[in-house]
């Protein structure tokens, strides 16, 4: 009986091992990178620090605390899908992962049914039933970028299958680019 209890007490031990939270301090370097058509700004209003994405895919170093403080200032960021936490700096100390970062944050909910905008080009590709289902669980801001993406798509010719185009105005419930306007 002692071996069973002896037995589950180290299974606990371990298990609460596995998941001990990574501790990441304010001054933290994280790369982040703007997932946004068009140019972001934050500034932070206690430390007056700011920071600045002018194109999609730029990546900027910003402190865990500068995070923090976007998170309590100005959510729509992450709720959005604005920007995405690419992970700590490499020239950090600090052996956080993405994910530690998002708990850290409390922000994981926004990034459930994030699509890459480099991956746009696969989006392309999708069935007219693929669309309509992951169109219907985009953020309203990632729906937006989806939308000057697909226009992108349609003048340079990257998306050029009239049900495609279709489908995508049918779940995104818009107009998308044309010639003929």
Same mark, same amino acid.
Not at 9 to 34: E, Y
Not at 110 to 127: A, M
């Given at each position: 009986m002692s071996d069973k209890v002896?037995? #589950?007490?180290?299974?606990? @031990?371990?298990? *609460?091992?596995? $998941? @001990? !939270?990574?501790?990441? =301090?304010?001054?933290?370097? &994280? !790369?982040? @990178?703007? %997932?946004?058509?068009?140019?972001?700004?934050? *500034? %932070? *209003? !206690?430390?007056?620090?700011?920071?600045e994405w002018k194109n999609p895919g730029e990546i900027q170093s910003v402190t865990m605390g500068d995070l923090k403080a976007m998170r309590a200032e100005q959510a729509q960021f992450f709720k959005n899908q604005w920007v995405v936490i690419l992970g700590v700096a490499e020239y950090e100390d600090c052996r956080a992962t +993405? #994910?530690?970062?998002? @708990?850290?944050?409390? &922000? #994981?909910?926004?990034? $459930? %049914?994030?699509? /890459?905008? =480099?991956?746009?080009?696969? &989006? +392309?590709?999708?069935?007219? *039933? /693929? &669309?309509? #289902? !992951?169109?219907?669980?985009?953020? =309203?801001?990632?729906r937006e970028n989806l939308v000057v993406a697909l226009n992108t798509y349609i003048k340079d010719g990257t998306l050029d299958s009239l049900r495609r185009i279709r489908a995508f105005e049918e779940a995104l419930g818009c107009k998308l680019y044309s010639e003929e306007e």
């Open positions: 002896m037995t #589950e007490s180290t299974q606990a @031990k371990s298990t *609460k091992t596995a $998941q @001990k !939270r990574v501790r990441i =301090t304010d001054d933290i370097q &994280i !790369r982040v @990178k703007s %997932n946004y058509y068009g140019t972001l700004f934050f *500034k %932070n *209003k !206690r430390t007056g620090d700011s920071v +993405c #994910e530690d970062i998002f @708990k850290a944050l409390t &922000i #994981e909910q926004f990034y $459930q %049914n994030y699509i /890459e905008p =480099t991956d746009y080009r696969i &989006i +392309c590709g999708w069935s007219e *039933k /693929e &669309i309509a #289902e !992951r169109v219907a669980m985009l953020t =309203t801001g990632a």
